[in-house]
């Protein structure tokens, strides 16, 4: 797919790259036609405004990023048309979105689903009395008056309290795939999240590797690369558990003021189906989105620690205590020379056309003196 067909990920690249208009559109053009990072950081430097290979690899992860997501979105958009259910108010909102998790959060509720306990409810015929419930405008009588129609022993639905149960469930998925409010409980738990690990049991960590991080919680936001790359390894070898605490208290209190919009006989139930989906259906799959988060921001720095390791050894003194010149040969764009000290501190470069003949020759040699 051409960066052509969605000219908007060029807009986006720049505005998040922070990289010149020119430099940015000239280097995914050259990404199209097959360059590799190194090819165009290399020998495309006229193009590109002299963008660094650090800079073009932004670019290029950003360029698959947002084009994988464009044809996603595409995806999404022709699932929900082909159910009848796609609005102009879902599909604006669709088109905007600019993160992976935003896009599956909205598309969560139209996904095809394995059988779920909501989805066998709906078998029983439960689904009128989740939508009752849901109402909230019964405020005399009880509950179990309401679902006892709904018992039906050929269904499955044995008296009013599974009848009352199946009707929960249905709520509760339908809570877990609102877009706004698994956003909402992302969001609070990245900033207000304690990860955690725990030994898993006497004897696992015979030399005492992992001593420090038996039981050791800190800030999710705040925990550092070498820490969240330690205690990874820890978990990896059977070691330790790793935990993420969410602020769970203000997140149902939320949920509950969503769901619950006066007072009712269903209240008691309202405040469970408010537990149940965030415990059940929500936490789960956003501890495992920001374990991920956490582990990529820890890869990324990891591998940035490493590559200062290596300028700082590549640029140790070539050959001791002598001052050095270095060339890069070339033809078209000519010979670049750089010397450093005896310490290897750069001290100056130029460009050279020692084969051109004529006075950029004579200069060369110049130069070179």
Known sequence: MSIIDHPQILAIIIEESGLPRAGVAQTVALLNEGGTVPFIARYRKEQTGELDEVQIRQIEDLLGYHRELAERKGTVLKSIEEQGELTPELSARIEGCRRKTELEDLYLPYKPKRRTKATIARERGLEPLAELIALQELAQGSPAEIAAPFVNLELGVADADAALEGAAHILAEKLSEDADLRGMVRDLTREQGIFASKLLGEGVDREGKFKMYYDYQEPLKSVPSHRMLAMRRGEKEAVLRLLLAAPEEEILGRLKLRLIKRESIFRQILEAVAADAYKRL???????????????R?????????????RNLLLLPPAGGRRVLGIDPGLRTGCKLAAISETGRFLEQTT?????????????GAELV
Request: no cysteine; aromatic share 4%; proline share 7%.
């Open 282 to 296: 929500i936490a789960p799959s956003i501890e495992v989105e920001l374990r991920l988060e956490a582990k990529t």
């Open 298 to 310: 820890a890869d990324e720095a990891a591998i940035a620690v490493f590559a200062q390791n290596l």
């Open 352 to 364: 050279i056309y020692p084969h051109t003949g004529g006075p950029k020759a004579q200069a060369a």
